[in-house]
């Protein structure tokens, strides 16, 4: 039991930390101190829902029909390109962080909107969370199974929660127009990386 529970925590950390679009978008909310609380929940309960649909087994199911990986992968990659494309079009204007706190802070709705959107349309949520962990889980017995998986989720919550209210740490820096626009088009280069990752396999044929 104790094992699993480390093991999970651990290997889900690993899958977690990595950079990625919703790591990024979290920090950049987390910098400007846009809804931290309700976007670090709303990121670990999906990492919740995900991991334990994933241990319950719904992995198999997303290798088994093949359809559900291609519209993940295409919807996902759109929306990264979109996402992507309107952080480079913004690192071309000259704001600090109290320009991009009003603009950014936009409206709860669209705070959570974008964070759903990041999240379900990633298909690195799927193939990490409910593919990898779920297989990975397998390994246990069936009664510590579920402690894998809690470990994961714990390891979830504690990432993300420590990336939105960490980041404000990060507030002095970001009062300069220049290192926003860095992080902007770190964060264009993020997404964008993504989606190529995403799509190249069609490109090469390997995709379908």
């Known amino acids: 039991m104790q094992t699993a529970f480390i ?4 290997i889900g950390a690993s899958l977690i ?20 609380f309700p976007i670090a929940l709303t990121c670990s309960l999906i990492d919740a829902l995900m991991i334990t649909a994933g241990v319950a087994g719904l992995g198999q199911l997303i290798l088994a029909v093949p ?8 919807g996902g990659a ?3 390109l979109w996402y992507g494309f309107n952080a480079l079009r913004s ?10 706190d009003t603009e950014a802070a936009d409206s709860f709705r669209k ?11 990633n298909p690195h949520l799927y193939l990490d969370t409910v593919v ?19 470990g994961a989720v714990l390891a979830s919550f504690i990432w993300f929660f420590s990336l939105s209210f960490g980041a404000r740490l990060l507030a002095p820096v970001f009062s300069r127009p ?16 993504i989606a190529l990752a995403i799509l190249w396999p069609y490109f090469q044929g390997k995709g379908f």
């Not at 990024?24 to 101190?33: E, N, P, S, T, W």
């Open 7 to 10: 093991q999970g925590m651990g």
């Open 17 to 36: 930390i990595a950079v990625g679009a919703q790591n990024a978008f979290v920090l950049k909310q987390g910098i400007k101190r846009a809804y931290p």
């Open 67 to 74: 359809a559900i990986k291609h519209l993940a992968s295409f």
């Open 78 to 80: 759109a929306f990264l």
């Open 91 to 100: 690192s071309f204007k000259s704001q600090g962080l109290e320009t991009g």
């Open 111 to 121: 705070a959570m909107i974008t964070t759903l959107a990041i999240s379900f349309l």
């Open 132 to 150: 990898l962990l779920g297989s990975i889980s397998t390994k246990f017995d069936t009664e510590v199974r579920g402690w894998f998986g809690a």
């Open 178 to 193: 220049a290192a926003w626009r860095y992080l902007d088009r770190f964060i264009w280069l993020t997404m964008w990386s």
